[in-house]
């Protein structure tokens, strides 16, 4: 089957570095996403890995290992407002994404 | 418009009723999906069209239909409503082909059936 694992919830402190980490048994492989959903809202779009290694933008990094079926989305200078929840997801064989449950992110002052 | 509405925003239904949930996409995105997402769980995929005329199934297609008249809508209707299709609706779009091409969310549907 096809299974995508990531933490129910972590904790951070405002200014601090959190990274979330994603592991993934897929039938196929096209990508892997990173999605940030505030509670109540629609998910939006963070990042995409389809190479191994580490993409930057901004404060957010997302990296990439196939070979472990493992990625992570690194936040760096942790503000309020990235208290979401962070949605990891991957692209099959068949291009349909397959959704981790998510990681519910609390950023603590 | 900008981007993808949905409606309505959420709606209380008796089981066995039936009931479309509306979705509108100004961006000429070919593909469009359908998701539910539950508590503790991931989002998971209603159906979805590649193009206007389209449609497939997704993982939990069972009590659900839809229709792609053109490339802006994406209607989905609950036949005959059952407490189990409590969830929140999301519709989203994409560019077809384009795998690395990140997908487009309405602001949801929250469907209570009661």
């Known amino acids: 089957g096809q299974n995508i694992d990531q933490p129910t919830e972590m904790t951070a402190t405002e200014g601090a570095i959190v990274q979330i980490n994603c592991t993934y048994q897929?039938?196929?492989?096209?990508?892997l996403f990173w999605y940030q959903q505030h509670a109540g809202e629609a998910p939006t779009f963070l990042s995409y890995?389809?190479l191994d290694g580490l993409e930057e933008k901004g404060r957010f990094s997302s990296f990439l290992s196939r070979s472990k079926g493992y990625s992570y989305l690194l936040l760096k200078e942790l503000q309020m407002k990235d208290s979401a929840s962070y949605l990891c997801?991957?692209?099959?064989?068949?291009?349909?994404?397959?959704w981790g449950a998510g990681t519910k992110l609390i950023i603590k002052p | 418009i900008a981007g993808i509405t949905q409606a309505p925003t959420s709606q209380i239904l008796a089981a066995g009723r039936r009931m479309t949930l509306r979705c509108t996409q100004d961006m000429r995105h070919n593909a469009m999906y359908w998701y539910r997402q539950d508590l503790g769980l991931g989002l998971r995929l209603i159906h979805y069209s590649n193009t206007a005329g389209t449609t497939g199934k997704g993982e939990v297609p069972d009590g659900y239909s839809v229709s792609r008249a053109n490339t802006d809508d994406f209607p989905l209707t609950l036949a005959s409503a059952v407490p189990s299709q409590t969830s929140v609706y999301f519709c989203a779009s994409s560019e077809a082909g384009d795998p690395g091409g990140e997908q487009f969310f309405g602001p949801g549907t929250r469907l209570t059936v009661l």
């Open positions: 890995n389809v």
């Open positions: 997801a991957v692209m099959d064989s068949n291009y349909q994404l397959i």
């Open positions: 897929t039938s196929g492989f096209n990508g």
